[in-house]
């Protein structure tokens, strides 16, 4: 239905744009040819033609379409803010009304200096600065939206790969810029209004997910950048694009079959991905001295008592582990590794007979598209939420079989690629161990590298972290 509503609204903008091409003097179905329409435009501008070779630059193509698009109505003696806007935003009520009105003519060219002395005016300051501030939010709001964004990291679920505090530069180029799929929004605004609270976006009009292509696939063990799956549930109930932002490691792709044994992680049967600086959870046992938690986290060691005497739970790597292990008042390290065969009741897909938890679980084959499976006891569990939640079917288990969309099915095919993300710090991410898989439509980028970093312990210049700036991320 959208799409014909946009082919619709399409061809009323060109129509309108045909015949103010012909009160130019021009073909009428010069309007309706790519990249010629653009070399017209500068032509009927006074722009240099050769801009129209930018074209073929993902992101910049943008600039320069609306650069030669918002000259033309100036060519028509449209610059006023809302002319200006209205031509942005609703181009099939307004092309067609100026292309009809009889006092709507062709002035000549807005480039050259003859035109710009004989009809433009000098702006007010207001008028200045609410055209100044229209660009840089729209520019910003396209970079942002096409090109890079920058993250910050707020917990620790990744380190120490990734740090509390990390400043990251998001590619949305990488997999391919998302069409935003729910385009009315609070600029800047990710799902919630700054200072006031409350939705910071109209879900009045809503886009099915489209991906422009990309520089490359999603590789296995990419950093990647995707919304929270689970934000599809109450209390939130937002819509793809506004669900929370969060950062993993892509360790499964689609169609591989992911598992773990005594926290090691296998993927197609084989000794998974092992992150240089990936934590894992330790028993410490102390002597009576015990642990100080306040100098372990000074040591960046994130402690924590546990319910038994002198006995920690410390977040660190192995090499950390190791030269805990000769400190004098430490008896013993160990790895605090759940038992296989008992149910933790928080792993996916929460079926206490599974017995999993998120040490030892699996295998599990993540969906691909195209995939079909047959619809049992067996993988009802694994895969109801990815048919129901995120593929949009209604889904009823009756007496004589199951239904799909109210029509008796004995299988299922997928519509989407699905993945499988897993923080570094392996024993204390919230992850898809609990959640299950990520489709497609929710991924928004691949981390390049920070930028900036913060240490929160630390303070004046010693604050900044100097050699995590530009650090890459593997």
């Known amino acids: 239905m959208w799409y014909i509503i946009f082919a619709v609204l399409t061809i009323i903008a060109l129509y309108g744009l045909w015949k103010l091409f012909v009160k130019a003097g021009r073909q009428g179905w010069e309007a309706i040819v790519p990249f010629y329409r653009e070399y017209v435009m500068a032509e009927l501008t006074g722009r240099a033609k050769w801009t129209v070779i930018l074209l073929l630059v993902p992101i910049v193509n943008i600039f320069v379409f609306y650069g030669l698009y918002l000259d033309l109505i100036k060519a028509f003696g449209k610059r006023r803010f809302w002319e200006n806007a209205a031509a942005i935003l609703v181009p099939f009520i307004v092309l067609p009304l100026w292309a009809n009105d009889p006092l709507v003519k062709y002035l000549g060219k807005p480039n050259t200096e003859e035109f710009k002395k004989k009809y433009f005016y000098k702006k ?3 008028r200045e600065w609410a055209d ?67 939705k910071a976006y109209s879900e009045l009009i ?6 422009l ?25 937002r819509p793809v694009d506004k669900r929370e932002n969060y950062i993993k490691r892509c360790v499964g792709m689609p169609g591989d079959k992911v598992s773990m044994s005594n926290a090691v992680l296998f993927v197609n049967g084989k000794p998974g991905f092992v992150p240089p600086e990936g934590q894992l959870g330790y028993l410490v046992t102390a002597d009576q001295t015990g642990l100080d938690i306040r100098v372990m986290n000074d040591k960046r060691l994130e402690t924590y008592e546990t319910n038994q005497p002198n006995v920690y739970q410390v977040f660190m790597t192995k090499e950390e582990a190791a030269m805990m292990k000769g400190w004098a008042n430490v008896k013993q390290v160990v790895p605090n590794i759940q038992k296989p065969g008992i149910d933790d009741g928080a792993t996916f897909p929460n079926v206490a007979a599974l017995k999993w938890n998120f040490d030892n679980f699996g295998p599990i084959t993540i969906p691909s598209k195209g995939w079909t499976i047959q619809l049992d ?83 004046g210049l010693s604050k900044i972290r100097w050699n995590r700036i530009f650090k890459g991320i593997e």
Do not use: C
Not at 172 to 198: D, E, Q, S, V, W
Not at 434 to 442: K, L, N
């Open 124 to 126: 007010s300051m207001a």
């Open 132 to 198: 100044a501030i229209v660009f840089a939010t729209v520019a910003a709001s396209l970079i942002r939206g096409f090109l890079i964004e920058a993250y910050m990291i707020p917990t620790g679920s990744m380190e120490h790969t990734l740090l509390v505090g990390d400043f990251l530069f998001v590619s949305k180029l990488n997999y391919g810029p998302r069409i935003p799929m729910t385009p009315i929004a609070f600029p800047f605004a990710h799902h919630t209004m700054p200072i006031t609270g409350g």
């Open 206 to 211: 809503q886009i099915p997910y489209k991906r």
């Open 213 to 237: 292509p990309g520089f490359q696939e999603i590789k296995r063990n990419d950093v990647v950048v995707f919304n929270y799956p689970m934000e599809a549930d109450a209390p939130f109930n």
């Open 377 to 459: 006891s067996i993988t009802l569990p694994l895969y109801e939420r990815a048919i129901t939640v995120y593929e949009g079917n209604t889904l009823e288990k009756k007496a004589d079989g199951t239904y799909i969309n109210g029509a008796k099915a004995n299988s299922y095919t997928f519509k989407m690629n699905y993945y499988w993300m897993m923080g570094d710090n392996r024993h204390n991410s919230l992850d898809s161990r609990g959640w299950g898989f990520v489709p497609e439509d929710h991924i928004v980028g691949k981390a390049l590298f920070t930028w900036l970093s913060f240490d929160e312990l630390g303070s």
